[in-house]
């Protein structure tokens, strides 16, 4: 059997040193057989220096004819696929269908067919720049995976000043330093709840000045260094 053999080699390594992008990746692998391992955490970082950071978005909200709406943007490669929760966005799209000030753009799906009245389905962002005026467009950020690790996604949308709501998955809540608020996977509900109490301003989210390095490639090399 190849993984028996595979973990064999592994115990067999004394010095090694395994890195993973998330402190819930590094439990999981402390639970494992793995567990007599050094075992530390860095986490990924992005470019919010030179791509992702406010922007002025107005060709965008011009492009999709908007003005004043509140927006929840989704963003994931294959988005309506089980693992990235697609269904989630519809489900909530329809829980806000009698609120014409809110609409949701969704970003990541391969094809841009109408899915619900107040859905803007972009399709695929593959510009940056382009995307990173998407996040800054948008009222919340919501992520609705199944599973996640040290998702990205948030870093990105938070580095725009967006928050973010979702599902209580993986390093989801670890992504989003506190920027942002959770609920338990598949609760669309209280999602749904939260978003409008922060859209009424009965919920108050505060972002920490020390997340910009926290989430830049600088903070990611200076412990890759260490």
């Known amino acids: 059997n190849i993984f028996f053999i595979y973990i064999l080699l592994l115990q067999n390594f004394n010095n090694l040193l395994i890195i993973t992008p998330s402190i819930w990746l590094a439990n999981r692998v402390k639970s494992s057989f793995l567990t007599d391992k050094k075992i530390m955490t860095i986490n990924n970082g992005i470019d919010n220096s030179n791509i992702f950071y406010m922007r002025e978005y107005q060709d965008i909200q011009a492009k999709l004819n908007l003005s004043k709406e509140k927006i929840i943007l989704a963003v994931a490669p294959n988005i309506m696929t089980i693992a990235k929760g697609g269904k989630f966005v519809i489900e909530l799209s329809k829980l806000f269908e009698n609120d014409k000030s809110v609409k949701i753009i969704l970003v990541g799906n391969k094809s841009t067919e109408r899915l619900y009245e107040n859905i803007i389905n972009v399709g695929i962002v593959s510009d940056p720049i382009e995307l990173s005026k998407y996040y800054s467009l948008a009222s919340v950020f919501v992520i609705f995976s199944k599973s996640e ?29 506190g920027f942002g608020k959770f609920s338990n996977y598949g ?16 919920l108050i989210i505060k972002r920490n000045s020390k997340i910009d390095y926290s989430i830049s490639k600088a903070s990611m090399l200076e412990r890759c260094i260490k």
């Not at 998702?151 to 809540?173: D, H, K, Q």
């Not at 609760?187 to 009965?202: A, C, G, R, S």
């Open 149 to 177: 690790n040290y998702p990205t996604t948030c870093l990105e949308s938070i580095a725009c000043n967006t928050p973010v709501f979702g599902f209580n998955v993986g390093g989801v809540t670890e992504a989003s330093f």
């Open 187 to 202: 609760d669309i509900t209280d999602v749904y709840l939260n978003i409008e109490n922060y859209f009424d301003n009965k």
